[in-house]
């Protein structure tokens, strides 16, 4: 028997057959994940003995590490602790700030671990390690993603938020309203995932898990079981299959979700056992979670339209025997009928109102009450306390007529008309919501349904192929991509040649030249010829999952403009009823003393009933939504639209900083310029031979990976060989290309900020700047000086060659600016920012470069390390500054600016140092990126202003401040209908910004300064 869902605890991926390499590889590209890495091969005996407390001699801990911003920052820990004498394995992981140190205690102590780190100028702190007493691996904590129904504002996402953290071992909760969904991490060895639906549900709300950070789990679609009796056979199939842990099949849903273990069985495998085992009779699709957000926004969307349609439907009759029957006489007779105390018109609306109340808008009482109970107010509070206050009141009018033959005015209208009102606008609300996320669900639908994949026989040749869903396709498979078909993961081309269109990811509208060896992006839209690729990063790990990943965590983040919102919703429930009862009570005494003549009373009336109209249109006119939703629905529609045109925005923190940039700092190599440079000058000034000079250049160049290294090795191979030797499958080979004519060289160094040196032929090298010449007392001819000079004028970078002692020549080398460079840059001054260049370069090139892009501000000569230096200077005003750099070498600079913006980052899109991700090499996105964050903040900034205003302008109107001018009272089905569009209405505004068209070159200059 499967399962009940309440009897399914996941767990963690905790597997041995990751080798280092891999986990390398996903601890790059992860946002979130929870894994042990501690299965290098060379020491999975004695790792397992320190699991199991054996007695291998060697100790397991984990050290905390915070500090890291970027894979350079790991990879400086792993190296410190490494070079530690008795540690035997480091393992550092960036984003979970984590490091895993195998070591003998006989010979190194827990202290000197943690002061290797800190040496490394890291802070370093020694973590307890969890005991399992079941004897089971502790597992690390998880993130998990679920749906909260029923939340309708800002008071909703603080209770349930609130309720959340207390939960013991949840590390942190974030809720957005928006999209009703709450991100949860939390200890799995405290708390499962169940216990946290639970909490939701006992909130008063609707919970369910969407998914988590597992990969052990699987949701299937199942076609083919009709009856039991299939039912019994799928659970038997399940049953049998190794590795299967457990499953829950629901019919009617057609779903099964199924619970396995990683290392014994694959995904795939476990779907094709299924259909094996089933003759054909099952058909499986792995169903995205993704899938289930798109099915939830539309099912929430038919939810309100059938409660708002069947409160219409009950409300027009009730219309027509308030307001039409009675001038027909035929219909007022029957109505004015008296059964048993009442009316028959009386019994009709009594009838239909009640449904209406307490069956139809039995939501408002339940979600008032999970409200109250938890210690918070919300929209529902006031729309239960004003339509209550006029049923009730209806019902005791009509009561207390029976009693004394007075009949005083009901108004059962006022409270059907009012749920009728508020169902339609969270319909309509539910709707633009809906659509909000559009960005997000045209980034999920890239996707493709199904790959081809290609069958491997004897001598790696294919012999067969067949299709298979695109979500089972696992690293190292074959696949086939046909002319006009998305290529369905991330990979290598590895046969054939077309031209690839990825604007839908990188948002590039040129077309991409793809041939064997390059790299493709699942999702995009192969467009001309037959490719052969090889599966390399799927799931969580490929491209497009990051990027949908990214664009989730921005949207469940919080700008800091929020706080407003939610601070107004904390109070606002409070106030409103106090204006209200301040609002009955005026009125009140003001007919008790006389203040306004009984002509302003209606008919029957008295003077309670006339202030009691009043105090209920102010209770239902209020609307708290609006606010909360001011902010979460722009902060979502911005970040999508960002999404689609390549700039990935980390979140609402990083959306509100980057609208007041002052300042925009530019890296020059790869980020002003196209980072590709090529020699443009070689002069020799000694007796050597031209052919000779490049040869003992290039040899020396060659170990080193710098760009100015690969132009220099580049130029010397074409000078002797015009790459006329050089096959097109070796072109990527640098072993190949440089092997056969250059010199071995030994004592390589590479000299930051100077240059480079080594041996050749026994004697020493120098290539590099002037520092590196003047501390190798290498003396600069006053010809040899006046050449570089002239060279670093005309924006090059002289290179000066020192071999053995003497000066040997001299290379220029120039990076050719981008051609949007210079546009920009006046584009930015116009908005009101202004460019600074920081470079290592020297004075000259620097001041060259500058002039020809229209920077003023340059810092020249500034090492890698220095760069933070002057972002920090900058902000000692109080400035915001954002940082343009590579993402990788400008790691510490981007984290040390308010706002770091990692350009060209291509596939990488998970650099951790960066707030922006600009997916092209293209400094037009920094425009984009400044101008779609003040776009953002100004419609905002719109949508509060228009929250209050209607606040502050219809509650007066609603407790008849002006109704001794104007002789106007405002219903409070009409307030009610006032309510509920205007929340519907900031929604609207919000959704104005998916008209968002990031500037060209042609517009950039039309900016005006803000």
Known sequence: MAPSRRDLQLTPITGDGSSATEIGAMEEVRLLDSYDDDDNEEFSDVLSKIEEGGGSGLKKIQVGVTGMTCAACSNSVEGALMNVHGVFKASVALLQNRADVVFDPNLVQEEEIKEAIEDAGFEAEIMEELVDTTGGKTQGNLVGQFTIGGMTCAACVNSVEGILRDLPGVKRAVVALATSLGEVEYDPNVINKDDIVTAIEDAGFEGALVQSNQQDKLLLRVDGVLNELDAQVLEGILTRLKGVRQFRLDRILGELEVVFDPEVVSSRTLVDGIEGDGYGKFKLRVMSPYERLTSKDTGEASVMFRRFIASLSLSIPLFFIQVICPHIAAFDTVLIWRCGPFMIGDWLKWALVSIIQFVIGKRFYVAAWRALRNGSTNMDVLVALGTSASYFYSVAALLYGAVTGFWSPTYFDASAMLITFVLLGKYLESLAKGKTSDAMKKLVQLTPATAILLTEGKGGKFVGEREIDALLIQPGDSLKVLPGGKIPADGVVVWGSSYVNESMVTGESVPVSKEVDSPVIGGTINMHGVLHMKATKVGSDAVLSQIISLVETAQMSKAPIQKFADYVASIFVPVVITLALFTLVGWSIGGAVGAYPDEWLPKNGTHFVFSL??????????????????????????????????????????????????????????????????????????????????????????????????????????????????????????????????????????????????????????????????????????????????????????????YNGELVGVMGIADPLKREAAVVVEGLLRMGVLPIMVTGDNWRTARAVAKEVGIKDVRAEVMPAGKAEVIRSLQKDGSTVAMVGDGINDSPALAAADVGMAIGAGTDVAIEAADYVLMRNNLEDVITAIDLSRKTLTRIRLNYVFAMAYNVVSIPIAAGVFFPILRVQLPPWAAGACMALSSVSVVCSSLLLRRYKKPRLTTILEFTKE
Request: proline letters at 3%.
């Open 613 to 802: 109209m009043f105090s209920i249109s102010v209770v239902v006119i209020a609307c708290p939504c609006a606010l909360g939703l001011a902010t979460p629905t722009a902060v979502m529609v911005a970040t999508g639209v960002g999404a689609t045109n390549g700039v990935l925005i980390k979140g609402g923190d990083a959306l509100e900083k980057a609208h007041k940039v002052k300042y925009v700092i530019f890296d020059k190599t790869g980020t002003l310029t196209q980072g590709k440079a090529t020699v443009t000058t070689a002069k020799v000034f000694s007796e050597m031979d031209r052919g000779e000079f490049l040869t003992l250049v290039a040899s020396a160049e060659a170990s080193s990976e710098h760009p100015l290294a690969k132009a220099i090795v580049d130029y010397a191979r074409h000078f002797h060989f015009f790459d006329e030797s050089i096959e097109d499958g070796e072109k990527n080979n640098k072993a190949t290309q440089n092997s056969g004519w250059l010199l071995d060289t030994s004592d390589f160094s590479a000299l930051p900020g100077k240059g480079i040196q080594c041996l050749v032929n026994g004697k020493t090298i120098l290539v590099g700047n002037r520092k590196l010449m003047s501390e190798n007392a290498i003396t600069i001819p006053d010809h040899v000086e006046k050449f570089v000079a002239d060279l670093e004028e005309s924006a090059k970078t002289g290179v000066i060659v020192a």
